[in-house]
Structure formats: C-alpha cells, structure tokens
C-alpha cells in the first residue's frame, strides 16, 4: 500500500513540475540592439500618408500594420507608442514615445516640421539619441505635398497631445507579440512606400526643435537601464554606422563563404582530377597487366610460328631427305634380296629338273626290268608290271611334293 502511495506521489509531482514548466514557457523575441525594431524609414512613409497627428498615431498602432516591433519592457507585447507635439513658432516638434508603464514613457523619435519665410517646408525624423546613437537622421522627401502639412499652419492652431496612456487604449488597437528581428525587417518594407525617398543625414537642419526637444524628451527606461544605451550596446557611432558595419561583416563573410567555396570548389576539382589520374592510371595499370600475358602469348606465338616457318623447310628437307635415304637404303637392301630370290628360285628349278630327271630315269630303268619280265613266261608278270606302273605316278607326286616344301623352306 506504502508502494502505491508513494508511486501516486512521485507521478502527481511530475506532472506538477511539467505543468509549471509548460506555463514558464514564453516566446522571447528581444533582441539586445533596440534599434532594430522600429524602422524610421517607415515612421516617415506613414507620416506622409496620414491626414492628421491623430490619424499618423493610429498607423503606429494599427495591429494590421504592425510598423513598431519594440517591447521595450520585455513583457512580451509590443508597446502603445503614443504622440505628442510641441509648437514654436512655424517649428512643430512631434514627438514619439514607447508607453512603458504607469506614467513611465521613453522617447523613440521625433519628427521635426519647419517652414521657412519662403514657405518652404523641411522635415526631418530623428532618433533618440539612447535608441538610434548621434543625429541618425532621415530627410524623406515626398512626391507630392503631406495633407498633414495643411493643419499645421493655420490660426489657433492646438498642438496634439495623445490621450491614451497605460492601460487605457483606443480600440481598434489590441497588443501582440514581437517578431524576431529578421522577420520584422522583411514584414516592414511591405509598408515603405517606395514612390517616395528617403534620405540620410547627421545634421540637424532646426535648432528651435533641438531646443524644444530638450524641455520635453522623456527617458524613463533610459534612466531604469542606463547600461543599455545605443552607445552601450555597439561601437559604432549611431545606427547608420551600425549597419554599415554589418553590411561589410557580412560582405566579408559573404566573399569568405564565396572564397571558400572557390576553395572548396578548386579542392573538390583537384581531388576530382587526382582521382580521375589515378583511375586512369590503375585502368591503365590494369589494362598493361590484361594485355601482358596477351601479348607474351602472341609474341611467343610469333616467335613460334617464325621458328616453325624457319624450321619447316629444314625439317621438310631433312624429312625429304631421310625419305630419300631410306628409299635408296631400301632399295639397297631389296637388290641382295631380289638376288637370293632369283637364286633361290634357279636352284628349286634345277634341283626339281634333277628331281625330274632322276625320276624319269627311275622309270625308265622300272620299264627296262618290266620288260625283262615280259619277256619271261610268267602269267602274273603282267599284273605286277601293271601295278608298279600304276605305283610310278605316285612316286613322281611324292618327289615333286618334297621338292615343293624344300624350295619353300629355303624361302
């Protein structure tokens, strides 16, 4: 049971501990340069088009334009910028503040209006020197004359002083959450109008609205974080200088990148080549030790065939000529033999003449006896004679016969 308690425990303090995180966990976009989250370019492109200070305030804040990103307080909503104005003379100093909280406002910029005695009308739109650096400065210049210009300059003019403060806002305004930096810069340009032109300056054309500004800049979060100031936070003189900087870092890592691609490029064609060279070499390589035993065969087989070519005529002479030799010894040879033969065969001749004439001779002795015996009176003569000439042939068979075999053994 103490198991099951204990088990119980540990899973509800997980789940304790990973809902605490969960509602912990915000989306922070701030980015330590403020500058980058309001664009004066902007600031003087909305100028240009509203009718009125009340209407220019209400760009400022309209949640669909979303042209301020600044969250100075870091509450994680974009501040209320809110616009008062201060007159002297033919000098109208508008000045734009961050609403921060109860009663804490900081300067942001002021755009500085002033007709001269040819009714000539120069503006200027100045950073706060905490936010932007000294004098970042942009002179717009319209292709046609502001509407707002024609409220300025009448009798008993009131200068525009906001009525909204913290916690107590118009409302078509609602607050929403920053972007990060890169995303506001690439959202703003959509609401820079482009018709008209903008240029940068460092001086300060109207010293009656410097003076003015200094009676009523308010620099509330200056005075909370003093360490934060533009001058603080970079090196560089004011924003201007700021983005220069950073436009060369980033040429600079650009060509790096590009020189290191070169690099990389010219590494990857080298490797690319000496492997190229070496597979070419070991093709070859292989190639040689395909073709070697290839062309040892076909050279032996040449110097076979020209050995056989040099030795075939020799060969078929000396074939030729042992052909001849053996012919003629042949022939040699059979001459003795054809001789013995012929002898052979005159001495089976005489020797079977004599054999004939021996037994002729015989038969003609038997003829004398017989008729020896005729003449004697016998009556069984005459059948012996009969027999005994019967008897002669045989006899003479009997003799050719031996003489046969004996010329054949002698063969």
């Known amino acids: ?17 990973l809902a605490s995180a969960q509602d912990r966990t915000t989306v922070n976009a701030y980015t330590p340069e403020i500058s980058d989250n309001l664009d004066l370019r902007a600031v003087a492109s909305i100028f240009g088009d509203s009718e009125d200070l009340a209407d220019f305030e209400r760009r400022l804040n309209d949640p669909k ?6 969250d100075l307080n870091r509450d994680n909503m974009v501040d209320y910028l809110r616009v008062i104005e201060s007159v002297e003379g033919s000098t109208h100093l508008i000045i734009i ?62 200068p525009y002083f906001s009525t909204w403060y913290w916690g107590y806002y118009p409302t078509y305004y609602y607050a929403w959450n920053p972007y990060p930096a890169h995303i506001y810069h690439n959202h703003i340009h959509v609401h820079i109008n482009n018709h008209h032109h903008y240029n940068y300056v460092n001086v300060r054309r109207s010293q009656r609205a410097v003076a003015l500004h200094s009676t009523t800049r308010a620099n509330a979060y200056e ?12 090196t560089a003189t004011n924003r201007n200088d700021l983005v220069a900087t950073r436009s060369n870092v980033a040429s600079t890592r650009n060509s790096t990148s590009a020189t290191r691609s070169t690099a990389a490029r010219a590494d990857n064609a080298n490797r690319t080549q000496t492997a190229t060279r ?43 000529s042992r052909y001849q030799t053996s012919g003629n010894t042949a022939r040699q040879n059979s001459a003795p033999a054809v001789r013995n033969t012929t002898t052979q065969r005159n001495n089976t001749t005489a020797r079977t003449a004599s054999s004939r004439s021996a037994s002729s001779n015989a038969s003609r002795s038997t003829n004398i006896s017989m008729n020896t015996q005729r003449s004697a009176p016998s009556i069984t003569r005459p059948s012996t004679t009969t027999s005994r000439s019967a008897s002669s042939p045989s006899t003479h068979q009997r003799a050719s016969t031996s003489t046969r075999s004996a010329s054949s053994g002698r063969r």
């Open 97 to 158: 503040q961050s609403v921060i909280g109860r009663d804490l406002f900081q300067d942001v910029a002021t755009v500085e209006v002033e007709r001269d005695s040819r009714n000539r009308v120069q503006i200027q739109v100045v950073g706060d020197v905490y936010m932007y650096g000294q004098n970042y400065i942009y002179e717009p210049v319209y292709v046609h004359t502001p509407v707002i210009y024609n409220t300025f300059w009448v009798r008993h003019y009131r």
């Open 1 to 17: 049971m103490k198991t099951k308690i204990l088990a119980f425990a540990f899973t509800l303090a997980l789940f304790s501990n």
């Open 65 to 70: 334009l979303q042209i301020s990103n600044l």
């Open 278 to 320: 070496s597979s070419a070499a070991s093709t070859r390589t292989s190639v040689e030790r395909t073709s070697t035993p290839t062309a040892a065969r076909s050279s032996a087989a040449s110097t076979r065939t020209s050995v056989e070519r040099t030795s075939t005529p020799t060969a078929t002479r000396s074939t030729s």
């Open 223 to 234: 005075r909370q974080y003093p360490e934060r100031s533009f001058a603080q936070r970079t």
